[in-house]
C-alpha cells in the first residue's frame, strides 16, 4: 500500500486524542467546580472519577489504533501485530463499557433528583458504543487471525 494513504486517518486519531484530554482538562473540571445543584454535587464525583479514569484505556485504544494505521502504511496489515493491536483495542473498549456500568447507578440517582430520566439513556450510551467498538474489533481480530493462518498456510505449501 502507498505510504501515508492513512494520513487522513491518523489526523483523525490524533485529532479525537486532542479534544477528548481537552474536555478532561477544561470541560470536568469546571464541572466539578460549578455543579448545577449544590445538594447532590457529592453523587457527581463517583461519575467524574469514573470519566477521568475511562480516558486512560481511551488513549490506549487511540494508540494501538494508530499503530493499526502505521503497520497498514508499513503493508505490515497481516501480521501477528495488527492482531495484538485489535486484541488491546478490544480490551480497552471493554474495560471503558465496565467503567461506565460501574458509573450508571450514580447516574441513575442524578436523574432521580433531578427528574431526568433522559440522563440514563444519556449515561448508557458510552456503554453500548463501547461494546460495538469492542465486538467490531473482535470480529476484525478474528478474521485478520484466520487471514493470516490461511496465509501461513499457503507459504508452506508452495
Same mark, same amino acid.
Given at each position: 500500500?502507498?505510504?501515508?494513504?492513512?494520513?487522513?486517518?491518523?489526523?483523525?486519531?490524533?485529532?479525537?486524542?486532542?479534544?477528548?484530554?481537552?474536555?478532561?482538562?477544561?470541560?470536568?473540571?469546571?464541572?466539578?467546580?460549578?455543579?448545577?445543584?449544590?445538594?447532590?454535587?457529592?453523587?457527581?464525583?463517583? !461519575? *467524574?472519577? #469514573?470519566? &477521568? +479514569?475511562?480516558? /486512560? %484505556? =481511551?488513549?490506549?485504544?487511540?494508540?494501538?489504533?494508530?499503530?493499526?494505521?502505521?503497520?497498514?502504511?508499513?503493508?505490515?496489515?497481516?501480521?501477528?501485530?495488527?492482531?495484538?493491536?485489535?486484541?488491546?483495542?478490544?480490551?480497552?473498549?471493554? !474495560? *471503558?463499557? #465496565?467503567? &461506565? +456500568?460501574?458509573? /450508571? %447507578? =450514580?447516574?441513575?440517582?442524578?436523574?432521580?433528583?433531578?427528574?431526568?430520566?433522559?440522563?440514563?439513556?444519556?449515561?448508557?450510551?458510552?456503554?453500548?458504543?463501547?461494546?460495538?467498538?469492542?465486538?467490531?474489533?473482535?470480529?476484525?481480530?478474528?478474521?485478520?487471525?484466520?487471514?493470516?493462518?490461511?496465509?501461513?498456510?499457503?507459504?508452506?505449501?508452495?
Amino acid at each position: 500500500m502507498k505510504r501515508g494513504s492513512t494520513i487522513f486517518l491518523k489526523i483523525a486519531v490524533f485529532l479525537m486524542g486532542i479534544l477528548v484530554l481537552a474536555l478532561c482538562i477544561f470541560g470536568v473540571t469546571w464541572l466539578t467546580k460549578n455543579p448545577v445543584n449544590i445538594d447532590y454535587a457529592y453523587i457527581l464525583y463517583p !461519575i *467524574i472519577i #469514573g470519566m &477521568y +479514569v475511562s480516558v /486512560i %484505556p =481511551f488513549i490506549i485504544a487511540l494508540y494501538q489504533a494508530f499503530k493499526l494505521l502505521s503497520y497498514i502504511d508499513k503493508s505490515k496489515a497481516f501480521s501477528e501485530l495488527s492482531v495484538k493491536s485489535l486484541k488491546n483495542i478490544k480490551l480497552s473498549a471493554l !474495560i *471503558i463499557s #465496565g467503567l &461506565y +456500568v460501574v458509573i /450508571i %447507578p =450514580f447516574v441513575y440517582i442524578v436523574a432521580e433528583l433531578d427528574d431526568a430520566p433522559g440522563l440514563i439513556i444519556v449515561g448508557m450510551v458510552p456503554i453500548f458504543a463501547s461494546m460495538v467498538i469492542a465486538v467490531f474489533a473482535a470480529v476484525l481480530q478474528r478474521l485478520l487471525q484466520e487471514a493470516i493462518d490461511i496465509k501461513s498456510e499457503n507459504d508452506l505449501i508452495v
